[in-house]
């Protein structure tokens, strides 16, 4: 729809304004958000699944405004903390349209839900059921729930971000049995509404091939429940994970496409069940977030250095780093980079963009091929970064969070300021 592309000098724009402009106005590194870019890639879900409830995940980007931006695109939202709630709240996102997840909720947090009023609480645990039991009979609650159960799908994606292999902390198995009983303790409970199953399998998920075993194993295990109460599950949601091209090595499928998929394999299981069709959802994070984001950074210094075979490769600095973009030195992820303030006709040259903290492994992008000009005071963009960079960003070597900044019809506001070295100096109350 808008997304980035370079004006007639070279330049890059996002969301109608320049980048260059963007990074004199805002400082480096930053994040810009097209705000037309990420309505539109919500609009796109919405149209793509029609009848499905689209949980936006907030994990992956979340501001007050962001908040305000799914509201208003009809989306609603999957949140996992208390501070994901408030900020979500605070940005005008009814608490019924809330999804809250996580492997390890307190207390507080499931009562500051429950009070809220929260679409529904996706329960990870029999310890969970009983602090949800709990919370209701405190404060004369009834929670609507459901089942978040591990599939024993193995997602093809890093193993950090699979998540319905046995051997991991999410979820109730289906094959050990646990999710089956999970599912009838909660439909018993006196306080809790069963709504139904829940599967997420990872992130950045190509294949469709994992999914189709999710909905055959998660409607089995309907079918189970129905066996055992003689009730059908009215809801199943899938979860997230739908794959976006950080490379040109990436192929995401069309969401129109997934949709198709979704429903085929559905109406297939649902009829060797005898199901009726369940309500569905979905909770894409990335694939909202991620292509809408682009992070911004200024060069620092550039050295070359000579590879064995007489390559060389040469290492350009810039002012960010892992503590904004954490993902290539936890998962080997990969991004694409370009010079963003002017073009070069200089020779590509294999390069390595590394950020600016005290270890070896502060890597932004491994392999990447950069005119051999690029130089000190040059703005570097990494395009397909608004999704788990600023969102994992952390404070290490005292380094300042930077800004996410919303940019539409040429206008940038800030969304979440950047960190000042005050506010980590005010963290810091010893004597
Ligand atoms: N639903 C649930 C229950 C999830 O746990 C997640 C992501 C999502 C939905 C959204 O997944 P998405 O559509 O964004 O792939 N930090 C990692 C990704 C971790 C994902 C955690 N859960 C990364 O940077 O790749």
Redesign the pocket.
Known sequence: PTGTHRDEQGRIVVGGARLTDLAAEHGTPAYFIDEADFRARCADFREAFPGWKIYY?G??LLTRTIARWVAEEGLSL?VTTMGEMRIALAGGMPAERLGF?GNNKSAEEIEFALEQGVGRI?VDSFHEIERIEAACEAGGHRAKVMV?VTTGVEAHT?E??A?AHEDQKFGLSITGGQALAGLVRCHHSPYMDLEGI?S?IG??IFETMGFEVAIRRTLKLAHQFKTATGVELPELDL????GIAYTEADTPKPTTELAAAFEEMIDHECRAFGLRRPSLSI?????ISGPAGVAIYTVGTVKAVELEGGRTRTYISVDGGMSDNI?PAL?A?EYSAALANRTSDAEPVLCRVVGKHCEGGDILIRSVFLPADVAVGDLIAVPGSG??ARS?ASNYNQVPRPPVIGVREGRSSVLLRRETLDDLMRLDVGE
Do not use: C, L, N, V
Not at 239 to 242: A, I, L, Y
Not at 283 to 287: I, K, T
């Open positions: 995940a994990k992956s999957d997840h996706i978040r890093h950090y971000i998540t829940h997420h992130s950045q979860g997230g994970g739908f909770e894409p994070g990335r694939a993902r998962y992820a999704a788990y994992m």
